[in-house]
């Protein structure tokens, strides 16, 4: 067990659905040439860092969100710090947050058809429950129950909500910030005992 393990974090490359602005939730969409490429980009930071610390990138625990943007994106990073692309593992507690019937929908979509649920999701992003899906405050449950397993120095590859989550547990933004904050593809975020770094 290492004390204050180091927790590396990427979100997945970007999507077909990320380009059209539509929601995805636990449905997925493959990633673009810019996606593919952003994968690389996290690996080589990543590759930069842990030489810096003098650490060896087959130290890290690998884990992944089981979606297939998160794993494609996981498995490019691990190819080019010369690992073997599948071995790492998955755990659903670092799936996206659900958006239920609301999945492969755009913003505008959304504005035409239910204009107040969304405008009930403006006043209140954190706690908002989409019809089906789940609130950036249930999600903060299960990423916690997760989060609570880590025992060493991680590379986790998940999604822009579980990243937001992971912010309010280390006490970095508040909830209603963290809900609506933009995440990036192709920047590596490192959460330690310091606080959280980007790179990228």
Known sequence: MTPNPLLFYARHGETA????????????????????????????????????????PASLDYVASPLGRARATMERMRTTLGLEAGDYRTDARLAELAYGRWEGMTYAELLAREPE???????????????????????????????????????????????????VLHGIMAPEAAASAEIEHGVLYVFGPHGMARYG
Request: proline fraction near 2%; hydrophobic fraction near 40%.
């Open 17 to 56: 659905w990320n380009i059209e602005g539509r929601l995805q939730g636990h449905r997925d969409s493959d990633l673009t040439a810019l996606g593919r490429a952003q994968a690389v980009t996290c690996g080589e930071v990543l590759r930069d860092l842990l030489a810096r610390d003098g650490l060896a």
């Open 117 to 167: 649920t969304l405008e009930a999701r403006e006043r209140d992003k954190w706690n908002f429950v989409p019809p089906g899906g789940e609130s950036y405050a249930q999600l903060l449950a299960r990423v916690a129950e997760w989060h609570v397993t880590v025992r060493r120095n991680s590379m986790v590859v998940a999604h822009g909500g579980t990243v937001r989550v992971l912010m």
